[in-house]
């Protein structure tokens, strides 16, 4: 692995690992804006139906964010360990 494949990887596994972070804790307020924004645009609905909307758009944010997460956190392992093997000081 040559130095810029390394800050490559590294550089892409940590941002995805930052913003799975951001979305998995910040899953809530994003859910609620996006069914307000809903709601909004839907102009009236009941409220049943509104807390479903909720429940669904965060449930989404934290499974992307989970996805994301994990992804990039795998990202930042696998490179760091290739580096320790294959790097001969």
Excluded: C, P
């Excluded at 940590?14 to 951001?22: D, K, R, S, W």
């Excluded at 859910?31 to 909004?40: E, K, V």
């Excluded at 758009?57 to 580096?83: A, D, E, P, Q, R």
Aim: charged share 10%; net charge negative; hydrophobic share 50%.
């Amino acid at each position: 692995m040559t130095k810029d494949n390394f800050h490559l990887f590294t550089t892409i596994g940590a941002t995805l690992f930052v913003i799975g972070f951001i979305l998995l804790f910040f899953s809530t307020n994003f859910g609620t804006a996006m069914a307000d924004n809903w709601l909004m645009k839907q102009g009236e609905a009941d409220t049943s139906m509104f807390h479903i909307r909720i429940e669904s758009y965060i449930t989404n944010f934290v499974v992307s964010g989970g996805i994301l997460f994990g992804i990039g956190l795998f990202t930042l392992i696998l490179t760091n360990f290739i580096k320790m093997i294959f790097t001969k000081e």
